[in-house]
């Protein structure tokens, strides 16, 4: 069925909501043709939270081979745990759960809070800012740092690098990053061996089981915690300041009601999801989703940004409302892959927009919405810049 908003490209970058409602409403499994390959893009809630927990929906791109082939081809270089399937996906997640528990992440909001302010009070008094280059991208990083154990001196790089490896217009910028990020983790990793602190990879290095991560799984887990704990964050934080600047009205009832800040923090993950689309699975066998057949062997993309829109799972679902008594949005995934940095994220959301529209009442957007521009990633909805004024 044809699609007449455009998917991918001009419009859609800076709204991609009018394209997403009209796919759920004429063709929620869409077929689409994406550099030679074929891809099929899931859109309702329902589909996209059953696709997550379907084990016929695998991380492994030798699924789209003759099955003859399979068994001789070689796997990713890359062995992140996002980009597993059991049983070797629930080993690793059993290892790093022992370490990276929401306990130990709420235990951070002290320092977090402490963070923010330290930024705002960095922050000049008036005139123009781009609040997403000097807080909303710094809080993450810092914070992230701290928790793995990496060296302050050494944090621009590490930021530069996860910028740059999500960044799918730049390809090769992006393998060179990656490279870059491993051999920095990697050299890291060895260091903690010799001196360990009180960082998360000492603490996955050091965990007491006989059945340990291997080196490079230890860089691939720190690459996979670094990326996710700092990209998703920024466009948490980034989105949510845009949506309460641009609804004065939800922006005057959380200044109001301060206790509504979690719920303030859902709903943004909810109505602007800082996660698009979840990378790549493919089909097993043929699965079927609202009535279309996916061959099996195909690949799908599940976009959490268009379920999280969902009239038929979530009422009124364009409005920014926090009084929503609907709960599971999928911007954290679900079943198998649900995000491990659930909680540190929603700290870290709830404190740095606190502390913001707290400190800064006279914050308001520098230009109108329309001009803002978009990163153009299938993955990450984040802004390149969020230009605010302040005044006295």
């Not at 689409?32 to 379907?54: F, H, K, M, N, P």
């Not at 979840?278 to 057949?293: H, N, Q």
């Not at 909805?381 to 302040?390: A, D």
Request: include cysteine; glycine fraction near 6%; aromatic fraction near 6%.
């Amino acid at each position: 069925m044809s699609v007449t908003h455009e998917l991918y490209t001009g419009r859609f970058w800076a709204d991609p909501y009018p394209a997403y409602t009209e796919l759920r409403r004429a063709a929620p499994v869409h077929r689409i043709e994406q550099a030679g390959t074929t891809v099929w893009l899931l859109s309702r809630y329902a589909d996209v939270r059953a696709a997550l927990a379907d084990p016929r929906l695998s991380k492994d791109a030798r699924y789209t081979l003759p099955p003859g082939q399979r068994a001789a081809a070689a796997r990713s270089s890359v062995e992140m745990m996002v980009l597993m399937d059991p049983p070797d996906h629930t080993r690793l997640r059993r290892l790093v759960s022992r370490v990276f528990t929401a306990r130990r992440m709420e235990a951070l909001r002290p320092r977090v809070r402490q963070l923010s302010h330290e930024l705002v009070e960095a922050l000049p008094p008036a005139g123009r800012v781009d609040i997403l280059r000097e807080y909303a991208f710094l809080l993450p990083v810092f914070v992230i740092c701290e928790l793995l154990g990496v060296p302050a001196a050494d944090r621009d790089d590490f930021a530069a690098w996860s910028n740059v490896v999500v960044d799918e217009s730049t390809p090769a910028a992006a393998r060179e990053g990656m490279g870059k990020l491993q051999a920095y983790l990697s050299e890291l990793i060895e260091a903690k061996r010799k001196q360990p602190d009180d960082g998360l990879i000492s603490a996955l290095i050091s965990d007491s089981d006989d059945d340990k991560l291997t080196h490079p799984e230890l860089v691939a887990m720190s690459v996979m915690l670094l990326i996710a704990g700092h990209e998703t964050t920024v466009n948490l934080i980034g989105n949510g300041l845009l949506a309460l600047l641009t609804h004065p009205d939800q922006l005057a009832v959380l200044r109001e009601n301060p206790d509504l800040m979690p719920a303030a923090v859902e709903e943004f993950l909810r109505w602007d999801s800082p996660v698009h689309s979840l990378s790549t699975f493919y089909t097993t066998e043929d699965v079927e989703y609202s009535g279309v057949t996916i061959p099996g062997g195909s690949v799908v993309r599940l976009s959490l940004a268009a379920a999280n829109r969902d009239p038929e799972r979530f009422p009124d679902a364009e409005q920014l409302r926090f009084d929503r008594a609907e709960p599971g949005h999928v911007a954290f995934s679900h079943g198998l892959h649900y995000c491990l940095g659930a909680q540190l994220a929603r700290v870290e959301g709830q404190e740095a927009i606190r502390t913001l529209i707290t400190a800064r009442p006279g914050m308001a957007l520098a230009v109108p919405p329309v001009e803002l521009s978009y990163r153009r990633s299938h993955v990450v909805r984040g802004l390149k810049e969020l230009p605010v004024t302040f005044h006295p």
